[in-house]
């Protein structure tokens, strides 16, 4: 937990490219432990498990837990961690209300998750992307996940993850003016980045108060990516009663 302030949630986001660094070396040690130094209320990662059926976790998970997280139960084998390589790392005292997972539209397969959740007195729903690698397709699925998010309750919802996208003003048009995005910055390649492909969205009940690259020397050799932290203030809306449950 990031010990943020009242009324704010902290989200990460993490392609770790299935534990393979910039050394071509698969060292989950040092993934693993990058994830413990990030300090994110969540984590979302992408590329956590391998790609061929029966898709098996790329992280060692003893205990069912990763740096002191719990992983969501995405995977649809139980073999793997994630959906689509999609995976949402909470703290033990999280409180899971909904999981909700999506096959995305393109001939390249890729998904997204839609969880709500409960974390320190905040409901709040959390979206995890790894978009396709050609512009049109990308287009069709923020409009797919757009449609998905307005059929649902109106919650303080941010979207993480590889968009995949390398400009600001084209591809994620299908979000507007529902959703704000930003990127921290350069992400991609880890060893000396130069394209804003990790980003968040966000909806208008909610206000991106920080973000930024990580940029620790352990973080810019444990995969392709950097990850990206973000510090999210929600509305008044997104508080619990003191003695709600979700459960």
């Not at 009324?7 to 299935?18: D, H, L, P, Q, R």
């Not at 994620?172 to 880890?190: I, Y």
């Not at 999210?232 to 709600?244: D, H, K, M, N, V």
Request: aromatic fraction near 6%; charged fraction near 25%; hydrophobic fraction near 40%.
């Amino acid at each position: 937990m990031s010990g943020g302030m009242p009324g704010e949630v902290t989200i990460a986001s993490w392609n770790v490219c299935k534990g393979l660094g910039q050394d071509l070396r698969r060292r989950t040690a040092r993934t693993t432990e990058v994830i413990g130094q990030l300090g994110a209320d969540v984590v979302v990662l992408q590329e956590a498990d391998f790609r061929l059926h029966p898709r098996r976790s790329a992280l060692p998970t003893p205990d069912r837990r990763i740096a002191g997280y719990e992983f969501l139960d995405l995977s649809a084998s139980g073999h793997g961690i994630g959906w689509h390589g999609i995976a949402v790392l909470v703290p033990p005292e999280a409180v899971i209300e909904d999981i909700q997972r999506f096959d995305l539209p393109a001939l390249e397969p890729r998904g997204a998750v839609i969880a709500t959740l409960g974390l320190a007195g905040l409901r709040f729903r959390l979206v995890g992307v790894h978009l396709g690698l050609i512009r049109r397709n990308r287009r069709a699925q923020l409009h797919f996940l757009r449609q998905k998010l307005d059929g649902m309750p109106p919650c303080p919802t941010v979207m993480a993850g590889d968009f995949n996208e390398r400009t600001a003003t084209r591809g994620l048009e299908p979000l507007q003016p529902a959703m704000r995005t930003a990127s921290p910055g350069p992400s991609f390649p880890a060893g000396r980045p130069f394209l804003r492909l990790d980003r968040f969205a966000w909806s208008d009940d909610t206000e991106l108060v920080e973000s930024h690259v990580v940029d620790s020397p352990l973080a810019s050799i444990a995969s392709d990516h950097r990850p990206i932290f973000g510090r999210f203030r929600l509305s008044e809306s997104a508080a619990l009663p003191e003695a709600a449950s979700l459960r």
